[in-house]
């Protein structure tokens, strides 16, 4: 830490990204550093020399056993009256009978592979029998068979809308895309890399066939390809993403759990080139934050690779901002590292092996997006690989961090927590801002309730002197009510002697 001048921050080579082979296109670290292509030929050329090493055994288990058969068979036509001959005979069989057993364990995903029912190709009857089974409403396999969401019938609504422009072509298109959707249904039983393969098969088929349609225009099959895709993996997506076959879901656990042992880490011990104080560069940061969040939430790896490139155009341009001139990959890198370590993106190795294996490999090879990926799979390996070497830290102080029970900023001065400068990390800055707000809120709020007291006594007291005046004023001038007044006559007992009155009269004159 004391050595600030000395840091070198975090470099990657460009050609580092680049497949080994030296073919060109961007490596990447599940394919151990080669591009979709050269991995593809690597793993038919591996898995061909698997088939052969499995019949090889398969022949050999079988003559053995044959021979063994026909050993306890000849010793039991014998005579009964030598048993210590068949039990001398039946001992060389049992010991084959226990090295088959440790044969047949130690190949046995590979044999049952090639030798289940399902891997062998069914006769013309059972194939229709199947089909004939499928569009009675038979399942075959619970997880490709749930109940479509809105999503699902969206995606297939929108891919027979952009398969009617093509005509014929289209029928032929959506014709093999669901037949081989249902075929999936077939393949429960494969591992993540056997889906994968029969997943880049497809594409490149239906590419190759793309391609001779449309003589060679590119643009074209790039964009059938890309609805073929979407329609594809959205229908396959409950199956294919995270498989029980794998451990992606351990890996997404440890990964979580090693970025949460990393909170500590800062933007100076990465030498990340961002200012957050700056408010544009923070609403870069959230963005970029929340692109890489929202991957999850996405089902074709297009759409995940669009997450990945709009997060690290945020990127750029918060580097941009900060600098005041264009980011160069040395400084992307780190920074996409402390996008990551804010971020703890949720199940972030199973989106990324999703993509992988499923994703259309051009895509993955070239481009903004290829690239882009690229970098996120080596944060991601630089995160798992993180040291007190990485980070130009002491190893006692790199353990202590990790554990816990230091904090690299509580190593700052005093004064810095009570006036937090530049060289703070800016959440610091911002918690000392909001606590100077919740103080100022608290004073304001005071005084309002001080002043609604004073309000209450003010308002008491005035009604207590009003009714002490009003009291004054009748005790001073008391309120006297006379008797009602009698009509004049009331008293005269004899009116009814009196003559009537005058009544006007009216002359004609």
Known sequence: MSQRSERRGIHVDQSELLCKKGCGYYGNAAWQGLCSKCWREEYQRARQKQIQEDWALAEKLQREEEAAYASSHGSQSQSPAQPSQ????????????????????????????????????????????????????????PSFTRQP????????????????????????????????????????????????????????????????????????????????????????????????????????????????ALHWVTIQMLCVPVDEEIPEVADNVVKAITDIIEMDSKRVPRDKLACITSCSKHIFNAIKVTKKEPASADDFLPTLIYIVLKANPPRLQSNIQYITRFCNPSRLMTGEDGYYFTNLCCAVAFIEKLDAQSLNLSPEDFERYMSGQVSPRRQDDADSWTHPSSSVNPLISQLHHNLDMLSTLEKRQQQVLDGALILQTELNEWQDSVTQEVQEILEKFPLEIKPRASAIDAENVENDRLPPPLQPQVFAG
Do not use: W
């Open 149 to 260: 969401s809105l999503e699902t019938d969206r995606v297939s609504r929108e891919f027979v809308d952009f398969l009617k422009n093509l005509q014929k072509p289209g029928r032929d298109i959506h014709k093999q895309s669901r037949g081989f959707i249902e075929s999936m249904a077939n393949k429960k039983d494969l591992g993540a890399d056997e889906l994968s393969e029969c997943v880049q098969d497809f594409y490149q088929n239906m590419s190759d066939r793309l391609m001779s349609h449309f003589k060679g225009s590119s643009e074209k099959v790039e964009r059938v390809m890309d609805q073929v895709e979407k329609y594809i993996m959205t229908r396959l997506y409950k199956s294919v993403f995270c498989p029980e076959t794998t451990d992606d879901e351990k890996k997404d656990l440890a990964t979580q759990h090693r970025i949460r």
């Open 86 to 141: 068949s039990q001398s005979s039946l001992a060389p069989f049992s010991k084959f009978e226990e090295k088959k057993t440790n044969e047949k364990t130690r190949k046995v995903t590979t044999v049952k592979k090639f030798f289940s029912p399902s891997s062998r190709t069914a006769p013309k009857k059972a194939l229709v029998s199947r089909l004939r089974e499928s569009h009675e409403g038979k399942s075959h396999s």
